[in-house]
């Protein structure tokens, strides 16, 4: 399969607004997906001084969790949206990660949102969270 640049060059500009000019990232673990193959991406890293690590082909259970991140962020933002600007996509991906780190009902957490799991926690274990 073909590397689509523009793919490439997508997924380089959401790496650089969710990790912003502040953070050190030290190593970037990714799969071997054609959206993550590219020689843009490769590139960056190295630039960057970041150390790339693929997960062995065939074996998306080693990055589950971002896997599943990942699914939900293409289905629920990506594919549905056509951005304008780089302000319309830094607006949308903010209140996407707010919604999915506060409001958003997580499997994992027995259907509840964070926050009502959160408070949930803090209830039961009022001597822990104190």
Not at 45 to 72: H, L, T, V
């Amino acid at each position: 399969m073909r590397n689509d640049p523009n793919i490439a060059n997508q997924r380089l500009l959401v790496c650089r607004l969710l990790f912003g000019a502040d953070i050190r990232i030290m190593c970037l673990r990714m799969d071997n997906g054609p959206e993550f193959i590219a020689d843009t991406l490769r590139d960056w890293c190295k630039e960057q001084n970041i150390q790339a690590n693929y997960c062995d082909p065939g074996s998306p259970w080693q990055n589950g969790r971002i896997e599943s991140f990942n699914s939900r962020l293409r289905d629920e933002l990506l594919t549905r949206e056509v951005f304008d600007s780089m302000w319309e996509i830094r607006f949308m991906l903010e209140e996407h990660r707010n919604n999915y780190n506060h409001y958003r009902p997580h499997s994992a957490l027995a259907y509840l949102t964070p926050i009502e799991y959160a408070t949930k926690w803090r209830t039961k274990n009022s001597v822990l969270a104190s």
